[in-house]
């Protein structure tokens, strides 16, 4: 008979854009897209996930398409998420015998107790012998190295690809939070919606997330430079290219902004005011892919009047925080949501 081997415990951050998967005592050993190309005809033929799903994209017939199993932070394909999730810890942990590994798995602190329920039940299907969930602000304070477990408030906004995640945490637990269903792709939609509208062309959502990117910024840019954005033609839907200033990004960029200030602001105006204080002088800690958009942190800090920093390496605290409670299992909180607001 062939031995089984103990699988090690397992953290994922299994984000709307992209999933991060940390094995214990490895670390982080995978960061892929969160992505699925599969048939037209039958979804149950998946060509490729992950990177490979990547790659195919544009090169392939018209007889598949991309899939996001994961809309928003919330599970929109059980069959196609199971898969996927059956596929990463496969790639992760080796496919020799291989015992099924513990799961901690970081969901947005806005899920209700039913969607809580099918990212358990879909690991478990997936091959996890247990599944520990956990909110994902908690997860990216704990991993941003914020003293969560503390009687001090540490506050700290999460923005991801689905949704933005702002909490105020204190003594293990969540104090106050809120989770708005607005992040990186919604403004990636934004400046599509822009282009659009006032230089009636259309672009893609990569080029959209490109330009973002590269000179997206949450207060007005200094630089009056133009640059060269290529799409289709509204009208005649042929191929045009337009001269872009970099303030008309800034200004795309406004209405989701104000929406994620106005979550800070929500959770702020609710934060008790023995927590308060620590607030003022810890400071507001940003994490997730959307934090490194330049200028966020000044915007936040001008109209809150708070002080406001970018931890490092912002879009993996997520999974750091997950990875740190895999080694510590005995620590994981059953966190209460205190005073919560979903959007």
Request: aromatic fraction near 4%; charged fraction near 25%.
């Amino acid at each position: 008979m062939a031995l089984e081997i103990m699988a090690p415990d397992v953290a994922i951050d299994m984000g709307t854009c992209f999933f991060r998967l940390a094995v214990k005592g490895k670390g982080i050993v995978l960061y892929e897209p969160t992505l699925a190309v599969v048939s037209i005809k039958s979804k149950r033929n998946v060509e490729a996930i992950g990177e490979d799903a990547r790659l195919l994209l544009g090169r392939v017939s018209n007889d598949i398409q991309a899939e996001h199993p994961i809309v928003d932070g919330v599970i929109a394909d059980f069959q196609l998420t199971e898969m996927m999730l059956r596929y990463f810890l496969r790639k992760a942990i080796g496919g020799l015998r291989i015992s099924k590994p513990r799961i901690v798995i970081s969901v947005p602190c806005g899920l209700t107790a039913v969607e809580r329920r099918a990212i358990d039940e879909t690991s478990r299907s997936a091959g996890a012998r247990a599944v520990h969930v956990v909110d994902q602000p908690f997860a990216a304070a704990l991993g941003t190295g914020l003293p969560v477990y503390e009687p001090m408030g540490s506050m700290l906004v999460d923005i991801g690809g689905g949704t933005t995640e702002v909490a105020l945490i204190s003594c293990g637990g969540l104090v106050v939070s809120r989770s708005i269903r607005i992040a990186g792709n919604k403004m990636d939609e934004a400046i599509v919606h822009y282009m659009k509208t006032e230089h009636k062309i259309l672009i893609s959502d990569r080029i959209a997330e490109d330009l973002k990117i590269d000179i997206g910024s949450a207060v007005p840019p200094r630089d009056a430079r133009k640059v060269v954005v290529r799409g289709r033609d509204v009208v005649t839907g042929l191929p045009r290219h337009v001269e872009v200033e970099i303030g008309e990004i800034y200004t795309a960029l406004g209405e989701p902004l104000e929406a994620v200030v106005e979550a800070v602001r929500w959770v702020l105006e609710r934060t008790p005011p023995e927590l308060a204080s620590d607030v003022l002088r810890a400071g507001v800690y940003l994490t997730g892919g959307g934090a490194q958009l330049t200028g966020l942190d000044v915007l936040i800090a001008t109209e809150l009047g708070v002080p406001v920093q970018v931890a490092k390496t912002p879009d993996e605290c997520v999974v750091w925080g997950a990875y740190y409670l895999a080694e510590n299992m005995d620590i994981i909180p059953r966190i209460g949501q205190g005073d919560t607001m979903v959007e």
